[in-house]
């Protein structure tokens, strides 16, 4: 049974950049059974897909964000993370990570509890 | 606005059944790509309810049954309770968005 924790700042201020990471227990994040990704959820409105990447560090974005996101992974701590520039308010969100299993078109079927990241000054 | 569609609210009374439909086009569900679906409780993360357009994870209750036809999806809740309070989210693989969710659609047990 997968275990994922996100873990990061609960505050950024507008044009700085996001940085969360996801620690994954309970599996190797080098499995060829899963994808690692991660979606938002903004207040008031519905789950947004983010990106995804496979541990052999093939990536995919979404396209309407894909200029300011960047996802990486590091096999040797079990994690992956991500990282989201000249973040605005709209950006405020419930960030989770999840596992996607056996290709970004997958089912997410483990996820971490969530992140509140909020953009302010 | 979503790739996938969903109405924003159902309500119905325990024990009734309710339909969440969730329509796409031939870029996603009706181009052959799978169609889960995610039940979500505030505070708590989003839970794998139906994978691969019909199929029930281990511990999700029978009175949870998923479906597809063309373009489109649909999850039924019958003998609703009252712990099925909850948003509902469809998910399916897009070939220009890439992973797509539907707006969510909360349902209110009356």
């Known amino acids: ?121 | 606005q979503s790739v996938l569609t969903q109405p924003p609210s159902l309500s119905g009374a325990p024990g009734q059944r309710v339909t969440i439909t969730c329509t796409g086009s031939t870029s996603n569900i009706g181009g052959g790509y799978d169609v889960h679906w995610y039940q979500k409780v505030p505070g708590t993360a989003p839970k794998l309810l139906i994978h691969d357009h019909e199929n029930r994870p281990s511990g999700v209750p029978d009175r949870f049954s998923g479906s597809k036809s063309g373009t489109s999806a649909s999850l039924a809740i019958t003998g609703l309770q009252a712990e099925d309070e909850a948003d509902y989210y469809c998910q399916s693989y897009d070939k220009n968005v890439k992973v797509v969710f539907g707006g969510g659609t909360k349902v209110t047990v009356l």
Do not use: M
């Open chain 1, 1 to 121: 049974q997968l275990q994922l924790q996100e873990s990061g700042p609960g505050l950024v201020k507008p044009s700085e950049t996001l940085s969360l990471s996801c620690t994954v227990s309970g599996g190797s994040i080098s499995s060829s059974t899963y994808y690692w990704g991660w979606v938002r959820l903004p207040p008031g409105k519905g789950l947004e897909w983010i990106a995804t990447i496979h541990y052999s560090g093939t990536t995919f974005s979404n396209p309407s964000l894909k200029s300011r996101v960047t996802i990486s992974v590091d096999t040797s701590n079990n994690q992956f993370s991500l990282k989201v520039s000249s973040v605005t308010a709209a950006d405020t969100a419930v960030y989770y990570c999840a596992s996607f299993y056996y290709s970004t078109a997958g089912r997410l079927d483990y996820w971490g509890q969530g992140t509140l990241v909020t953009v302010s000054s």
